[in-house]
């Protein structure tokens, strides 16, 4: 009888052994699902109206006192991020505008050289800071390559701005209403100094533009 009672015991404890080590496995593997449900997507877009503020600069070779001013424009803006981390990600900024071409000082009697349109694609690395709550602020630096097209002369008889490299930096911040709403506020300073060939009562000229632009954007973010 004593043993038969022992067999009962160790039976009842071995299955209360078994029941208590299943409900852990089940409870790491809901934790588990949990974290994994929770994990943010790692892609995000954001539409912003962008202003195009430019610096008023540049100078055709060969006529000292000449310069330039360009037009500023407002104009939408379509940005991809990826992110590898909470904290760092990079940023494809897409977006397109144009720019009247102005000659200022020893070429001021030209008055509207052209127009030319500007397609700059711009690749950004950013930092993004996630302790502040629903404040995300962010910084960034980066490369563009900007292609000029739909170039027309307006005093000038003819009008070729080069394509052409430049560099960014970038500073803004996310406020999210909530995982995956939020506004956005951009501010980006690109360095655009290209090179232009222009040709003005017969005469070939060369020069160079310094676009530098501020982009200055408000809009709305949306992390898938």
């Known amino acids: 009888m004593a043993r038969k009672r022992m067999g009962v015991a160790r039976g009842v404890t071995a299955a209360i052994v078994l029941i208590l080590m299943r409900q852990q496995a089940v409870a790491?593997?809901?934790?588990?699902?949990?974290?994994?449900?929770?994990?943010?997507?790692?892609?995000?877009?954001?539409?912003?109206?962008l202003g195009v503020i430019t610096e008023d600069s540049g100078y055709v070779n060969a006529v000292p006192g000449s310069g330039l001013s360009y037009s500023n424009t407002v104009t939408p803006e379509l940005d991809i991020s990826y992110y590898f981390t909470d904290n760092i990600a990079t940023e494809l900024i897409l977006g397109t505008t144009y720019a009247n071409i102005e000659g200022q000082g020893a070429i001021g009697a030209l008055g509207n050289v052209g127009k030319?349109?500007?397609?700059?694609?711009?690749?950004?690395?950013?930092?993004?800071?996630?302790?502040?709550?629903?404040?995300?602020?962010?910084?960034?630096a980066g490369v563009n390559y900007t292609i000029f097209y739909n170039q027309g002369a307006r005093s000038a008889d003819a009008l070729n701005v080069k394509n052409t490299f430049g560099t960014a930096l970038q500073v803004g911040f996310d406020y999210m209403v909530d995982q995956h709403w939020g506004f956005n506020f951009d501010v980006k300073k690109l360095f655009l100094k290209p090179d232009f060939d222009?040709?003005?009562?017969?005469?070939?000229?060369?020069?160079?533009?310094?676009?530098?632009?501020?982009?200055?954007?408000?809009?709305?973010?949306?992390r898938f």
């Open 28 to 49: 790491a593997e809901l934790a588990q699902a949990a974290s994994v449900t929770e994990s943010p997507n790692p892609w995000q877009v954001r539409l912003r109206a």
């Open 116 to 140: 030319v349109w500007l397609l700059p694609p711009t690749l950004t690395l950013q930092y993004h800071f996630t302790d502040l709550g629903a404040l995300k602020p962010y910084v960034g």
């Open 198 to 222: 222009v040709t003005v009562d017969g005469a070939k000229l060369t020069g160079k533009a310094e676009f530098d632009p501020w982009l200055i954007g408000a809009g709305v973010t949306y």
